[in-house]
């Protein structure tokens, strides 16, 4: 019987189905027919204290009743924890995560930003404070994604001047698509590969996995650009002025998505007590063997996720024959131990931008708007954070079935933006503006520098841009 006939007879997943599986090729093995297999799991499902002696059916008994017991003891809280909102005409959906969120019993404090929108359990966008837990989908899929961006010693005018040259770059020095890699021959080292991949069964697995992929950038929203970066301020690390730039947006690929499901399930096991609305919220204790697994293997696709962009941002310079000027990077999707309110907190940034006082981090527009280098303000309303970039305004297949890719063109080619390949699902129309997002957060941020992406390449996906 496969997972499905299980869960339609009412056995919930986790360790239940687990035993329930096993119960059957049990029975099975004991000569008992398939046929009448069903009818013993239905009847331990609606009355497991009869089976908890039993040879056959006990284990899945003693399961049951601790599952149904856990349910019975959830008490949510009486007054959600604090949180604050910026950014105006939010979506409800995000709202309501949000909402939902504070609703934990381990959650501290909330901050909502100006780029948010849904995602699984915490809304992109969503910052959470927790008590010594770790939340796993507030953390994220992509573990560690983050922007980086390295200021070249040539001329911003290559852009126009030398274009196939810095486009022969990127496609020469990264890779795009889900499962890109690289081919054995091909693969980049790093330190990172020396860390101890052994922290959990799932970093272990997939450290193969994630040397062919190391270097490169990824499907969906993630990109490899050169842009044109003014300078405002000179403390950003350069005098005023304008400069050749790449940035990248890109987090753990494949091993880090592997990590976030292993255990975003673990933990939806461990409290089956949550109702549905906070099911994707489930956390692991930092006291527990998962927590702390967790824990590592996060920390070491943090490790993994700066090794991509710093193999990217090498080699395109290296193929360049170009010197890095400046190099800034930040990252999001993410939980860090942080002191706020005289507290050791966890604090998830999932789609936000680290913004400690003086902290420098990138915040990007799309590909046909503007992106801006800022300084935090340290706002401890705000858990000290921002948005990690505009934010969607609206989903992919509403993008894929309002566009055509002859809008998209004319208005790249109004805004001087030259794409390479990308989906229609990410075209700039998709995403808020990001003038608003930044105008909405000024007590977060300050902007030291503005970015203007000229050359353009995502991952192709459905329909490509015509020549």
Request: aromatic share 6%; with cysteine.
């Amino acid at each position: 019987m496969n997972a499905r006939k299980l869960a339609q007879l009412g056995i919930p997943n986790g360790e239940a189905m687990k035993l329930a599986g096993t119960a059957v090729r049990d029975a099975r093995q004991m000569g008992i027919p398939k046929r009448d297999i069903p009818d013993l799991l239905a009847a331990v499902v609606e009355n497991p204290s009869d089976y908890t002696q039993d040879a056959l059916l006990g284990d899945l008994a003693n399961a049951l009743l601790s599952q149904q017991t856990a349910v019975s003891e959830f008490r949510p809280r009486t007054q959600p924890a604090p949180y604050h909102i910026w950014g105006r005409n939010l979506e409800k959906g995000s709202l309501d995560q949000m909402a939902n969120a504070v609703q934990l019993p381990v959650a501290v404090r909330g901050a909502l930003m100006p780029d948010a929108h849904v995602g699984y359990g915490l809304p992109i966008g969503g910052v959470l404070a927790t008590r010594n837990a770790v939340i796993p989908y507030a953390v994220g899929v992509d573990i560690a994604c983050r922007m980086k961006m390295t200021v070249l010693d040539l001329s911003p005018h290559v852009i126009r001047g030398e274009q196939k040259r810095l486009a022969n770059a990127i496609e020469a020095e990264t890779r795009f698509g889900i499962g890109a890699g690289f081919s054995r021959q091909q693969r980049r080292d790093h330190p990172v590969l020396e860390e101890d991949w052994s922290v959990s069964s799932i970093t272990q697995r997939g450290r193969d996995k994630a040397w062919e992929q190391l270097g490169t950038s990824g499907s969906g929203n993630h990109f490899v650009e050169f842009g044109v970066l003014e300078v405002f301020d000179d403390e950003v690390g350069l005098p005023q002025g304008q400069y050749l730039a790449l940035l990248s947006h890109s987090g753990s690929r494949g091993t880090g998505a592997a990590v976030c499901n292993h255990y975003s399930k673990l933990a939806m096991d461990l409290h089956p007590e949550l109702p549905k609305q906070l099911r994707h919220l489930a956390w692991l204790d930092l006291n527990s063997d998962p927590g702390r697994e967790y824990w590592a293997a996060m920390q070491l696709m943090g490790l993994y996720a700066a090794a991509n962009h710093a193999l990217i941002h090498k080699h395109i310079a290296k193929n360049l024959g170009a010197k890095v000027l400046l190099d800034i990077e930040n990252h999001h999707n993410f939980a860090w131990k942080e002191e706020h309110d005289g507290e050791t907190v966890i604090v998830h940034r999932k789609g936000a931008t680290p913004a400690g006082r003086g902290v420098l981090g990138i915040i990007p527009g799309s590909m046909g708007a503007p992106g801006f280098v800022v300084r935090g303000l340290g706002n401890e309303t705000a858990l000290q954070s921002a948005a990690h970039g505009a934010g969607r305004r609206m989903s992919r297949k509403q993008a894929m079935q309002s566009y055509t890719w002859s809008e998209v063109k004319r208005f790249l080619r109004e805004r001087d933006v030259t794409l390479l390949s990308a989906g229609l699902d990410e075209v700039p129309m998709a995403y808020k503006d990001i003038h608003e997002v930044m105008a909405a957060q000024s007590d977060l941020v300050e902007v030291m520098a503005r970015f203007d992406p000229r050359l353009v390449k995502m991952a192709p996906h459905g329909e490509k841009p015509e020549d």
